[in-house]
């Protein structure tokens, strides 16, 4: 079902929901005024805090009563959709073989509703050939269930020291935590439990063959 409220919102103010639950699909804490204005390009804080209002009354956005720092979406509030339901933000690139950064991007690719996952979710393009024998190859499209958990022997998404993020099996071991590859070419990474957050797990995969 589409999400009537947002559908409903000015192109300013769903623009901005739509990277509100970009950031809270990649595990972003709640950004300020100031923040946002900086990410999407505004000169004025006053404008954007008249669109942060109009979320707030829509019920998408959790009142500002001092209390709290950075703009939050409501808990139950749903990922921003196109018209099509059928799609998920692409939010960048990810490495199967050495970390870089998910980059935030506005583009939406279309996936089919078997492959959707079940909660709030994001799509990736792979670089590397670290998952080769996973059945991840240079260029795939993964579909990732957005979560900040997962069972050992998944394929998450690891967000490493919280600057880069990288494409590998988790394995807790010895209060290690691990981040196999699926390539015998390219090492085991090894890390503190702090300073690894899983921002997701891959539930499905698309290819291109053309």
């Known amino acids: 079902m589409e999400n009537t409220q947002a559908l409903s919102l000015t192109a300013g103010q769903r623009q901005l929901f739509e990277h ?33 209002s109009a979320l707030i009354d829509a019920g998408l956005v959790e009142p500002m009563d001092g209390k709290q720092r950075g703009v939050r979406l409501r808990a139950l509030a749903p990922m921003a959709t196109a018209e099509n339901d059928d799609t998920l933000p692409l939010l960048g690139k990810i490495a199967a073989g050495r970390p870089i950064d998910a980059l935030s991007g506005a583009e939406r690719v279309q996936v089919p509703a078997a492959m959707r996952p079940r909660g709030e979710g994001y799509a990736l393009t792979v670089q590397g050939d670290s998952m080769r024998d996973a059945g991840i190859q240079d260029g795939d499209v993964v579909i990732i269930e ?38 015998p070419e390219h090492p085991t ?9 899983v921002q997701g797990v891959v539930v499905g995969l698309m290819r291109r063959y053309v």
């Open 146 to 183: 957005a979560r900040e958990h997962a069972r050992p022997g998944e394929i998450v998404v690891a967000l490493i020291d919280g600057e880069s993020a990288t494409l590998k099996r988790l394995r807790p071991r010895g209060g290690w935590i691990e981040l196999e590859s699926e390539n």
């Open 189 to 197: 990474q090894r890390y503190a439990p702090e300073r690894v957050q």
């Open 20 to 52: 509100l639950c970009e950031r809270r699909a990649r595990g972003l804490a709640p950004a300020t005024l100031d923040q946002l204005c900086g990410e999407l390009g505004l000169s004025s804080r006053g404008s954007l805090h008249k669109q942060v």
